[in-house]
């Protein structure tokens, strides 16, 4: 079984500055690793995926993140974070059926 | 990837009644999934619904409170049985693309956010 980890409840950061929104995961098998995105009262949105090859992964809005397999580790990063992003963020982890996702990371972004 | 059509987006139930969520997808796929986002928190897997089968239920969960229906490979329902206020939440419904490199993936319905009175 697969097992998420958000390290952090809330990360309040000031507008402009780089923000990093950390995950671990958990698994006796080869995984799939995706991270999403709720703005207040909206669905969920897919920032990136980790499926294969390059560890370090681009997604929209600016997004990136890296897979670290011997820190089992996921970790979300933007250089820059703008008003907008202010939402809630989820890492999830699948061993290629089930999506287990983690508690959540809500972003606050000051002005 | 495959779009979910997800019925209804919101309600207001009397406790004590069911409330049956409806979840069309424009493909086939293989695989479906039922998951509760309580109030502020995140989201809870509750079953896989297996097409032909008895749906697979995480622990927590039970078929005589969330009996899921899956006759073919576009479509799933998940009824809310006998309902009280701790079940006032968003469900949502999944669904796997197993396509090939960049198109695997999971697709969301939009929600159905239930309010028991």
């Known amino acids: 079984a697969q097992s998420v980890t958000q390290l952090d409840s809330q990360v309040p950061v000031f507008e402009e500055a780089p923000v990093e929104l950390r995950c671990n995961y958990s698994s006796s098998v080869s995984v799939y690793l995706f991270w999403y995105v709720q703005y207040p009262n909206q669905g969920l949105q897919l920032l990136l995926k980790?499926?294969?090859?390059?560890?370090l992964v681009k997604g929209i809005n600016g997004f990136e993140a890296e897979f670290n397999k011997s820190q089992t580790s996921f970790h979300l990063r933007k250089p820059s974070v703008h008003i907008s992003d202010t939402a809630e963020y989820f890492c999830?982890?699948?061993?290629?059926?089930?999506?287990?996702f983690g508690q959540g990371t809500r972003l606050t972004i000051n002005p | 990837s495959a779009v979910i059509s997800q019925k209804p987006s919101r309600d207001i139930c009397q406790r004590g009644t069911s409330l049956t969520i409806q979840c069309q997808v424009d493909?086939?796929?293989?695989?479906m999934f039922w998951y509760r986002q309580q109030p502020g928190q995140s989201l809870t897997l509750i079953a896989t619904?297996?097409?032909?089968?008895?749906?697979?239920?995480e622990s927590g969960f039970v078929i005589d409170k969330f009996p899921i229906s899956r006759p073919n490979l576009t479509f799933s329902t998940l009824t809310v049985s006998n309902m009280s206020p701790e079940d006032s939440s968003i469900y949502l419904c999944?669904?796997?693309?197993?396509?090939?490199?960049?198109?695997?993936?999971?697709?969301f319905g939009s929600g159905t956010r239930l309010t028991v009175v």
């Open positions: 999944s669904a796997l693309n197993r396509g090939r490199g960049a198109n695997y993936g999971y697709t």
């Open positions: 493909s086939q796929v293989t695989m």
């Open positions: 619904a297996n097409q032909g089968s008895e749906a697979t239920y």
């Open positions: 999830a982890v699948t061993g290629a059926q089930k999506l287990v």
């Open positions: 980790y499926l294969s090859g390059s560890t």
